[in-house]
């Protein structure tokens, strides 16, 4: 029986994709990337939504983590960015090298993607598909069922391992016959479109240029983006402020040995995160920041609780909440 390593996001295009060639008796392995990149925050084991998916189509997974490679590619695309900061061509081929990878480890015989020509229009047109293809070394062994009938025969399709006649013709925007097929073929639970990459969202990627404007970013500091309200304090110290009671659970666990957590001591209000340089200066600002989101923002002065993460004593210092000037001068936001 012949044997594919399958590129799936979970999203109806791989889900479609993969049942296209279970139906002709391939044995399908899913290879799924998970990243701080993904909107997805699941853990990637059996109750992941992408687990629960490969399930339904009776196929196995495996998740790799491909944060710092994404951010290593989002800070040197070889082949530029999207509209926001997704480096999708240069992403693409290092997926396909991840797929060849797990080829030679498995002995699978060729890759399947859910890719529709012309879907995309960074990635998913006929040259960058073909590049990326040729960058991964993967010449003629990458098959597209949704829209293989549009591109050259593949080695999978010339050694009759898949049937061409059985495959699709898919070309553009369009979901509606995607959505048809779903139907058709039993498939009920998917995402919407293009709520997979964190890249493509205007506000994520501005945050995240903000950032590698003022310093080289690692991991922690890009999982710090996807929540709270963010401002600059100075070029390499940041205070990030929960906004819900689940964000300020959320901003502890991504603590770092180092950071600073500050909370109003006699106010409800959220937890703050100062990253960076916990100078006097900073502190006073990320104190007044928190105490303007909180409850004794009228005050004329509020107490604040200072933990520095990995330090021996807890501090307390008053300070004025901010005024809305400073609030503005220091927000990060688009626009
Ligand atoms: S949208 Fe994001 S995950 Fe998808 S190819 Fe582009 S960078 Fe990669």
Redesign the pocket.
């Known amino acids: 029986m012949p044997e594919a390593v399958a590129l799936f996001s979970g999203g109806l295009d791989s889900q479609l994709a993969v049942k296209l060639i279970v139906d002709q008796g391939v044995a399908v392995e899913c290879l799924t990337a998970v990243s701080v990149?993904h909107q997805s925050s699941a853990e990637p084991d059996e109750d992941h939504p992408t687990a629960r998916a490969a399930r339904r189509l009776g196929v196995p997974i495996t998740f790799i983590d491909v944060s710092s490679d994404?951010l290593a590619m989002v800070k040197n695309p070889s082949h530029g960015l999207?509209s926001g900061m997704?480096?999708?061509i240069d992403?693409?081929a290092f997926l396909l090298r991840k797929a060849a990878e797990r080829m030679a480890e498995t002995g699978a015989d060729f890759v399947v993607t859910g890719e529709v020509l012309g879907q995309r229009p960074m990635?998913q047109r006929g040259q960058p598909m073909r590049q990326v293809v040729r960058e991964a070394g993967l010449e003629g062994l990458v098959l597209r069922p949704l829209c293989a009938r549009r591109l050259p025969p593949t080695i999978p399709e010339q050694r009759g391992w898949v049937d061409r006649d059985r495959l699709l013709g898919l070309e553009g925007r369009s979901r509606k016959p995607q959505i048809k097929l779903a139907a058709e073929l039993g498939i009920e639970e998917y995402p919407s479109p293009a709520g997979?990459?964190l890249?493509?969202d205007p506000g994520f990627a501005f945050r995240l240029g903000e950032l590698l404007a003022h310093r080289d970013a690692d991991v922690p500091d890009v999982a710090l983006l996807r929540l709270g309200r963010h401002f600059r304090l100075d070029d390499r110290t940041k205070a990030v402020i929960a906004r819900n009671e689940a964000e300020c659970r959320r901003l502890e666990s991504l603590a770092l040995d180092g950071d600073v957590r500050l909370e109003a001591a006699e106010f409800t209000g959220p937890v703050t995160l100062l990253r960076g340089n916990p100078y006097d200066e900073n502190l006073r600002a990320a104190a007044r920041l928190t105490a303007k989101y909180g409850k004794g923002r009228d005050e004329p002065s509020v107490a604040v609780d200072v933990t520095q993460i990995g330090a021996a004593e807890p501090g307390r210092i008053t300070v004025r909440p901010a005024d809305e000037s400073e609030v503005q001068r220091r927000m990060i936001r688009r626009g």
């Open positions: 990149f994404m999207g997704n480096p999708c992403c693409r990635s997979g990459c890249l493509t």
